[in-house]
């Protein structure tokens, strides 16, 4: 299995660009979520989803959309990119009834400009 | 690539000594309590969880310990190795509930001297 994988692993936008984040996990994991990690700030969830078709606010999901159409796809869309949005991206996923034991992905580093 | 933070507070052990990692918590309706590792250039890796219910769990060279009275928890490494070296996060988790699963910690960096 590659579990959890991201790409890319590095992105620069310029304010106001958009731009896709890809996750992909082959673990057939029904859970699956989105984290920001800021200096100082830990982990923070951006969005998850509980299932295809299914997804939900977190903690900071503004300026962010994701849709889940397969188990295996959760790709994170940046609307607008703001320098606020600098920050390491990780994707997530666990099985539903054991969430508390998430798999990360390596992570993408994005800087806006 | 780095991402963590520049003032975690950081732990440095001698090779072979047992480490401790301390952890306030703030949920008393959590379920359950986890400890996760970060390697420099890496995503999160799951170490251990205890269960609310549970004052001690113990793995393989770790041991949590959660104390409810004063909302503590704590993993101790034992025999700590240089590939040790990382980013703890303690995390906590209402089971299936909605909205914001995994709460996290701001983490301690452990350094291990040869």
């Known amino acids: 299995n590659a579990g959890v994988t991201q790409t890319p692993k590095f992105q620069v936008l310029k304010t106001g660009q958009s731009m896709t984040l890809q996750c992909a996990q082959d673990m057939n994991h029904e859970y699956m979520s989105w984290y920001r990690q800021d200096p100082g700030m830990g982990l923070r969830l951006i969005h998850y989803?509980?299932?295809?078709?299914?997804?939900d606010q977190g903690e900071v999901p503004n300026g962010y959309n994701v849709s889940r159409s397969t188990t295996e796809d959760f790709p994170l869309r940046l609307l607008s990119a703001a320098p606020s949005q600098t920050s390491v991206y990780f994707c997530?996923?666990?099985?539903?009834?054991?969430?508390?034991?998430?798999?990360f992905g390596p992570g993408t580093r994005l800087t806006v400009t | 690539g780095e991402s963590v933070g520049l003032h975690l507070p950081t732990l440095s052990v001698q090779e072979g000594d047992n480490s401790i990692i301390n952890c306030a918590y703030s949920?008393?309706?959590?379920?359950?309590f986890i400890w996760y590792k970060q390697e420099s250039g890496k995503g999160p890796q799951f170490i251990i969880d205890i269960r609310s219910n549970m004052d001690k769990r113990q793995g393989q060279r770790v041991t949590v310990l959660l104390n409810k009275t004063v909302k503590h928890l704590s993993l101790q490494i034992a025999a700590t190795q240089p590939g040790d070296s990382a980013v703890y996060f303690c995390a906590e988790n209402r089971y299936r509930a909605a909205g914001n699963k995994l709460t996290f910690g701001g983490g301690t960096r452990v350094l291990v001297k040869p």
């Open positions: 989803s509980v299932g295809a078709g299914i997804t």
């Open positions: 997530a996923s666990s099985y539903q009834d054991r969430d508390y034991e998430q798999y």
């Open positions: 949920n008393s309706a959590s379920d359950y």
